[in-house]
């Protein structure tokens, strides 16, 4: 049975059983069952720690490698090691598998953690706004997630017309959506479902539909459907949000989604120690 290790500077350590070629050694386990070889015995320990240190990689593919062939053999991969290597083999086998674990623990913040999760948040909200119930079962429904640069179009966006209209919560709502993460923007379609139910105003689904500047009834309860079960998800995995009907406003002149779309809410999404969309002033 033959044993392979992958690495670049065994070449030292093994020299008569290097092939130069292929860049790698096989190693006879002979070698370490002779008393005449404790200099082998050593050396084959030290390379375990040096290649590790080396490369990461080395780890897995030995163990691999072993594992391949001890199975081959028709043994268990303790009962071969043992009787192969002993005593010698052990404690190397321990260093190479807690080594590179040692070498690659670190802590893990918060701040590496609270972007991910409420993305993470976000994408969850997508899933239930598009599975909340709709009217007749027909989607009127868009969703998107604004982050980042996109943020900050809104925000710009929502100070434009607040000062323009001489709305000042609009300017406040766009300094604050700047703390967010992720902003969830959920809006629907003026699609009427066919009912000729009235609730519009119009006698007839296709009276409204001369109008298609006008929601369908419908359109609007599914979209507050879809909003409240996106919200309850950012409520359910501790997410600060709040529902914001200003963000909805600029995101309609941006035509951050399509052109059928004729009402839009936005979710923005923050981990702060108190909900940073409340109490504002």
Not at 121 to 134: E, I
Not at 248 to 267: D, H, P, Q, R, W
Request: hydrophobic share 45%; glycine share 6%.
């Amino acid at each position: 049975m033959e044993y392979v290790i992958f690495s670049k500077d065994i070449e030292k350590h093994f020299s008569p059983d290097f092939n130069k070629r292929y860049i790698r050694t096989t190693i006879n386990p002979a070698m370490f069952s002779s008393k005449n070889n404790q200099h082998n015995r050593l050396s084959f320990r030290k390379i375990y720690i040096f290649a590790v240190r080396k490369k990461r990689l080395f780890v897995a593919q030995l163990v691999e490698q072993l594992t391949l062939n001890q199975w081959v053999g028709g043994s268990s991969p303790p009962e071969e090691t043992i009787s192969r290597f002993g005593k010698y083999f052990q404690p190397a086998f321990f260093i190479l598998l807690t080594f590179p674990i040692f070498s690659i623990m670190a802590l893990i913040t918060e701040n590496n953690i609270i972007g991910e999760s409420l993305m993470e948040t976000a994408r969850k909200m997508v899933v239930a706004a598009r599975t909340a119930p709709k009217g007749r079962g027909r989607n009127s429904i868009e969703i998107v997630i604004a982050t980042g640069g996109d943020i900050k179009r809104i925000s710009d966006k929502m100070i434009e017309i607040g000062k323009k209209n001489a709305v000042d919560f609009l300017i406040r709502d766009a300094n604050n959506i700047l703390l967010a993460e992720a902003i969830v923007l959920i809006g629907t379609k003026a699609m009427s479902v066919g009912l000729n139910c009235g609730l519009c105003g119009f006698k007839t689904c296709a009276g409204k539909d001369e109008h298609p500047e006008c929601t369908c009834v419908f359109n609007q309860v599914d979209l507050g459907i879809a909003v409240g079960s996106a919200a309850s998800v950012a409520a359910d995995n501790r997410v600060d949000n709040r529902i914001m009907y200003s963000i909805g406003l600029a995101t309609m002149e941006m035509k951050l989604l399509s052109e059928e779309v004729k009402m839009i809410f936005g979710i923005p999404l923050a981990a702060y120690s108190k909900n940073p969309f409340f109490d504002r002033k």
